[in-house]
């Protein structure tokens, strides 16, 4: 180990890079969620309200929309997570102390649910106090006996914040990324550590069939294992799969080959098998916290937020989410696809000149 420095650099290396990682992206506190809005009042209390939202740094509002179902569309396409919805009536039904605001809130992510809820009331409550106080203000009446404004929450797609309901689709895209990644890479490399390359490059076979034979393999093992999850999810834990099983599985082929272009160009960088389970461990690693796997991407700050366009899962847990909590089709997913287009083309040229290099 101590000859080869490489590797001993590596493991050395990387759990500063975790912790790192962890200290600057990893936020417990979700704030900046994106907010839609369909604000039907239109007038100085609904101003006011809305204000208050964007004020307690928890809510950014991305756009305003006519209607509730233009903010669950918005929901669907993933431009924002949480949709405010008030009533036509809203500013007489404040000073009746029958106020009533509507939080639609995304269900496919377990942070933003906690998190929308616990701080719409919060600033439900503290804009309530606002408003008492400025009716002893203005005409120095006394205050209301309760509450003039109240939030309703609504979840979307999981209406019972079932846990084992968010892990599904998250599972499925980390099993297809850790072990097209992994596997690939290693392959790759054992062949070159055992001197077994050399004796296939001296057959007839050339270098894209070479790279077909090892890809092959690897997208038919993790397909069957993403079928073994969602099976599992379905038949053992009763989670329903909301969307196409069929646009799952196809855009789910599509993200394999991204994952293998990624194994394929570890391959190329690392000379043992050693090297190269580190590298591939860390960029899953990496994936993990950056996609928005464990904390949402928009607490991130915007430095990390970008790096995780360079992994992608940054692109297809959105589709997994989309498709099996959600029951969206391509319409609502189709930037995310394009994302994930890109990202396998680009993947796997740059790998393939990369591995003809090096053999």
């Known amino acids: 180990m101590l000859r080869d420095r490489r590797t001993l650099s590596l493991i050395?290396?990387?759990?500063?890079?975790?912790?790192?990682?962890?200290?600057?992206?990893?936020?417990?506190?979700?704030?900046?969620?994106?907010?839609?809005?369909?604000?039907?009042?239109?007038?100085?209390?609904?101003?006011?309200?809305?204000?208050?939202?964007?004020?307690?740094?928890?809510?950014?509002?991305?756009?305003?929309?006519?209607?509730?179902?233009?903010?669950?569309?918005?929901?669907?396409?993933?431009?924002?997570?949480?949709?405010?919805?008030?009533?036509?009536?809203?500013?007489?039904?404040?000073?009746?102390?029958?106020?009533?605001?509507?939080l639609l809130v995304d269900g496919s992510d377990?942070?933003?649910?906690?998190?929308?809820?616990?701080?719409?009331?919060t600033v439900a409550q503290a804009h309530s106090s606002d408003v008492m106080m400025r009716r002893i203000e203005r005409s120095g009446l006394s205050a209301f006996s309760t509450m003039p404004l109240e939030s309703r929450l609504r979840v979307l797609y999981n209406p019972d914040i079932d846990q084992v309901w968010f892990a599904v689709p998250n599972i499925a895209a980390m099993v297809l990324q850790s072990q097209s990644i992994m596997m690939t890479a290693a392959a790759v490399v054992r062949e070159r550590e055992l001197g077994t390359m050399e004796q296939l490059l001296v057959t007839p076979i050339r270098p894209w069939e070479l790279l077909v034979g090892k890809i092959v393999p690897k997208v038919v093992i993790a397909m069957l294992n993403v079928a073994t999850v969602?099976?599992?999810?379905?038949?053992?834990?009763?989670?329903?799969?909301?969307?196409?099983?069929?646009?799952?599985?196809?855009?789910?082929?599509?993200?394999?080959?991204?994952?293998?272009?990624?194994?394929?160009?570890?391959?190329?960088?690392?000379?043992?098998?050693?090297?190269?389970l580190q590298v591939a461990m860390l960029v899953v690693f990496l994936g993990v916290v950056l996609s928005g796997f464990m904390f949402p991407r928009s607490t991130m700050p915007p430095a990390l937020y970008r790096l995780g366009i360079f992994f992608p899962l940054t692109y297809f847990l959105p589709i997994a989410r989309g498709i099996l909590t959600k029951g969206v089709g391509l319409d609502a997913l189709l930037p995310d696809v394009v994302g994930l287009v890109v990202y396998s083309l680009i993947a796997m040229l740059v790998a393939s000149r990369a591995f003809r290099q090096r053999l």
Do not use: K, W
């Open 12 to 102: 050395l290396f990387i759990p500063l890079v975790q912790l790192i990682l962890f200290g600057y992206a990893v936020d417990m506190n979700v704030d900046h969620i994106p907010t839609v809005v369909a604000d039907q009042s239109l007038d100085a209390a609904s101003h006011a309200y809305l204000q208050s939202l964007e004020n307690s740094g928890y809510f950014d509002i991305v756009s305003y929309v006519q209607s509730d179902q233009a903010v669950i569309e918005a929901i669907d396409a993933g431009t924002a997570q949480v949709g405010v919805v008030i009533p036509p009536d809203f500013a007489s039904s404040v000073e009746q102390r029958e106020g009533r605001v509507l």
């Open 110 to 121: 377990l942070f933003t649910v906690q998190s929308g809820y616990s701080m719409a009331a």
């Open 230 to 276: 969602l099976a599992a999810g379905r038949f053992l834990f009763q989670v329903p799969i909301a969307g196409s099983v069929g646009l799952f599985f196809a855009l789910s082929f599509l993200y394999v080959f991204s994952g293998l272009g990624l194994g394929l160009l570890i391959s190329t960088v690392t000379d043992n098998v050693d090297q190269t």
